[in-house]
């Protein structure tokens, strides 16, 4: 135990601290827009539906427009078991290689085992040969998939030097040829998930028309250049334009935290939104954006036992030893609001499983610091 470690003061809702990837909550402030207007196209006429309303992809049905973002070394079933729990209306898999399912690779079809409990859930794949998305589409609807979605906007490395994620970008006529042979490979619907576009160039509008040309049921785009990564913010003028333009539902993911965020979203014409680094470490994110409300702090019992149903859920999943691991990266993000200091983010990225976590923080409380 280190004496002189001590969890900090309570966060205050309102200062401009984090940018929400760490499991602070970033302030509602003059950006909140994000380039938005009042008055954008889409978002006149007809009443603008709340978040807590439901809405439906090709014919599947989700019971609110809040959704869980795919999130790679994430968003694996026990994650997504938190976002259903706290009310999320879809969830979505790591992205998942179709290549990897070709060849039958064991961790990647572990990645397609789907339980009860999650649906409606949308399996993400991505790759960039169609008949190999085309056979792996059809094994994720095999395995359950409420909705297969194409990833075209990963820009890591790995994934576009093989022609994938948001490399499909530069080539529209091959991602409408892969996304109209997935299109027909499966019954469920499938969308797809771009960028704003590649470098500078917005691309996004004349992609997106060729996709669902193709048959893509909707677009979900994360409204950064892929050569901007996660950095600077999200310009949901391009998914005021893209909902104005298209005639499937658009769901806007980036730098989502408040609920005025969310709302001037759906009023600009976006069907949905989706939430991602907001979520780490902070399920009652969904919670609190359908209830309208700013997102709070929870006592720490609360957050210990969300973290014990978590890390069950994860051991159910992998095992405990990668559960431990697993969970390694979300303890800072959990106890984010209490502001724990180095010495305890520091032993909490060594321990073995939640046991181990749970007394080390105890022990912190014991010597009410939080
Ligand atoms: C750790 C991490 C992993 C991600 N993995 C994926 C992925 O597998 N597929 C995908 O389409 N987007 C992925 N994204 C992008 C998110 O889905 C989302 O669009 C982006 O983070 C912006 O939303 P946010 O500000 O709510 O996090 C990832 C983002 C993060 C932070």
Redesign the pocket.
Known sequence: MHTTAHIGEPFNDASPQG???DGSFPAGDGNIRQGIDRDAPGGGGNVTPGIGDPFSIAGVRLSNRLLQ???????GRAFRLEARRFGAGLV?T??VSSYGVQYRNRRTLVMLELVESEHPVAV?L?GNQPRVMAEAARAAEAAGADII?I?M??P?RKVIKTGA?VALMEDGELAARLTAAVVKAVSVPVTV?IRSGLRRDLTAKEFALRLTDAGAAAI?I?P?LAEQG?KGL?DHSVSAALAAMLTVPVIA?????HPDQAAALLRAGCAAV???????GNPWIFEDLLAGAEPRRRPIEKVLAEMGRFYHDAAAEMGQERAGRYLRKFYGWYLKPFKPDAALRDGLRRVDGFAEAELLIRSYLIQGQV
């Open positions: 940018d929400g990837g973002a795919p999130m790679a070394g994430i968003s979505t790591e992205m993400q991505f979605d990833n906007g990963c890591v994620g998930k979900c994360h950064r996660q999200a993911s980036g730098d989502i935290y989706m939430i991602g680094r907001g979520a780490l």
